[in-house]
């Protein structure tokens, strides 16, 4: 199916534990993010991707490792889980030709 | 960094026209302007985008004065459908590896009956 999807769409972990959330699109969109949603701090960016092999920190990238071997696929790796990473996960992608960003559904990850 | 302020919420009744005003005091000279729409347990959807002056499409309309340090999100003639949370977003251009991208913390919309 065309279009960006998130998975798994919902996760608990617990403390101290690695996490990897899955985000892939079907468009061949070069750039492609992460933002995590909380009450009151709205869309935060953690990590951005220009391109396969190219990416950079955003507002909020402590705790978190990103990875992008292939265009369609951008991993976002929580390496030691903290209940601070508890949070609404969203991947997007856009075209460079716009701004346009494409939102996946979202993971709602909580840490315990 | 420019950093955007909007109403953290309005009210509003089907059939009216609502307008959400942004405000971006230090948005840079390759900033653009783009206005989201975001339902509960779903990713933001793109509405708008501008630079400056006026842009219409077929669901809103943006405005943006000359000095850009705001900008107005008009919805006409709303519908219950159009209960959401509208989130202002100011960003340059993609230029290589350094983007930038400023979100609001969204305005919550309610339109009544």
């Known amino acids: 199916d065309a279009g960006i999807t998130q998975s798994p769409r919902y996760k608990i972990t617990e403390t101290g534990r690695q996490v990897t959330l899955m985000c892939h699109q079907t468009?061949?969109?070069?750039?492609m993010f992460w933002y995590r949603q909380d009450l009151g701090h709205g869309l935060r960016l953690i990590y951005y991707?220009?391109?396969?092999?190219?990416?950079d920190k955003g507002e909020v990238p402590d705790g978190y490792v990103v990875s992008r071997s292939k265009t369609e696929n951008f991993p976002l790796t929580l390496e030691s889980a903290t209940r601070s990473q508890t949070s609404v996960y969203f991947c997007?992608?856009?075209?460079?030709?716009?701004?346009?960003?494409?939102f996946g559904p979202g993971t709602r990850l909580t840490v315990t | 960094l420019a950093k955007t302020t909007q109403p953290i919420s309005m009210d509003s009744y089907e059939g009216q026209e609502v307008n959400i005003t942004c405000s971006h005091n230090?948005?840079?000279?390759?900033?653009?302007i783009t206005w989201y729409q975001q339902f509960p347990s779903q990713g933001p959807r793109f509405i708008i985008q501008?630079?400056?002056?006026?842009v219409t499409n077929e669901v809103a309309s943006l405005f943006i004065p000359a000095d850009r340090k705001s900008s107005t999100l008009s919805l006409p003639r709303v519908s219950l459908s159009d209960t959401a949370v509208y989130y202002c977003?100011?960003?340059?251009?993609?230029?290589?590896?350094?983007?930038?991208?400023?979100w609001g913390l969204g305005t919550s919309l309610a339109v009544n009956p």
């Open positions: 977003l100011v960003g340059d251009i993609p230029a290589g590896n350094n983007r930038k991208l400023i």
């Open positions: 230090n948005i840079a000279t390759n900033d653009y």
């Open positions: 501008g630079y400056k002056t006026k």
């Open positions: 468009w061949s969109h070069s750039y």
């Open positions: 991707s220009a391109a396969a092999d190219i990416t």
């Open positions: 997007a992608s856009s075209d460079p030709r716009d701004y346009e960003q494409y």
